[in-house]
């Protein structure tokens, strides 16, 4: 069974970089067909408002939410079965629960859908909170 577990500091300064790291167990980060995402669920919103902040599939090709682009990088550690995060200048609008999953397909697409309803996993997720 395919688990993920979020970890990372809960507090982050303004204008600071966001790092988060995703453990994997279960299955290997390079198994064919996985692609693992990052969100986040502000405070107040349900799962409806839980945004896609971008993946990495199982090749290492990347995609990122266009509006967070210009400040998100998705990488992975495949000898830690891990991939992380990192969310630059942030701000307190940045305060969230940040989210790892995954969606498994039965086979290659080019790009893969990203609603939250769609992922066939979830860590438990992890607050962060960005101070002015």
């Known amino acids: 069974q395919v688990q993920l577990k979020e970890s990372g500091p809960g507090l982050v300064n303004a204008s600071q970089t966001l790092s988060l790291t995703c453990t994997i167990s279960?299955?290997?980060?390079?198994?064919?067909?996985?692609?693992w995402s990052w969100f986040r669920q502000p405070p107040g919103k349900g799962l409806e408002g839980r945004e896609w902040i971008g993946y990495i599939s199982d090749s290492g090709t990347t995609y990122y939410d266009t509006s967070l682009a210009s400040r998100t990088s998705i990488t992975r550690d495949t000898s830690k079965n891990q991939f992380n995060l990192q969310l630059s200048s942030v701000t307190p609008e940045d305060t969230a629960v940040y989210y790892c999953?995954?969606?498994?397909?039965?086979?290659?697409?080019?790009?893969?859908?990203?609603?939250?309803?769609?992922?066939?996993?979830w860590g438990k997720g992890t607050p962060v909170t960005v101070s002015s």
């Open positions: 279960g299955v290997s980060i390079t198994a064919n067909y996985y692609y």
């Open positions: 999953a995954s969606k498994q397909m039965p086979y290659f697409v080019a790009r893969v859908d990203t609603s939250p309803y769609g992922m066939n996993y």
